[in-house]
């Protein structure tokens, strides 16, 4: 990493970054090109490793992809925030952004498939949530084993205390 003084090293502090972004993107290679793509995701760590979950339609082109070629990169930012400057150089933009890799299994038993959404609901609303069968059943579910994790923050600075 070429700014070093971003870099962020703690794994608690990537957890946290985790913990406030909602967007995760996923970068897939179809032999061809690569397909990014946006999703919602949910979270959690057990016994020091870190295992992101999604939920998708029952097809479609990640689908395609995924059941050939599991391994994915990873992206999410977030903290944004626009510090102005007083020439154009003087710009810069806060933010915090976790990238890494892994690779993606399809659960297929409902009690980790219940178990994934609810994370997924947990993470996005704050809240629990109960599922039926019928939803279990309309979409696929998706764990994401994370093999290797690097975060960068560009905090903003904190504002001068009042006078």
Known sequence: MRRKDREVIRHADLLDMVARFKVCRLGLW?????????????????????????????????????QTRPEVSFEMDGDHVLMEGDTPCRYSYAYGCVMGRGVVEFLREDEEKIHALSRIMLHQTGREA??????????YVLRL???????????CPE???AC
């Open 30 to 66: 179809d032999g061809r090109e690569v397909y990014v793509v946006p999703l919602n995701f949910g979270y959690e760590e057990r016994d020091g490793s870190l295992n992101l979950f999604f939920h998708c339609a029952r097809e479609g082109r990640k689908l395609d992809i995924l």
């Open 130 to 139: 109960a599922f039926t069968p019928g939803m279990v059943c309309a979409v």
């Open 159 to 161: 504002p001068p205390p």
């Open 145 to 155: 084993r994370v093999e290797s994790i690097s975060g960068k923050l560009h905090a």
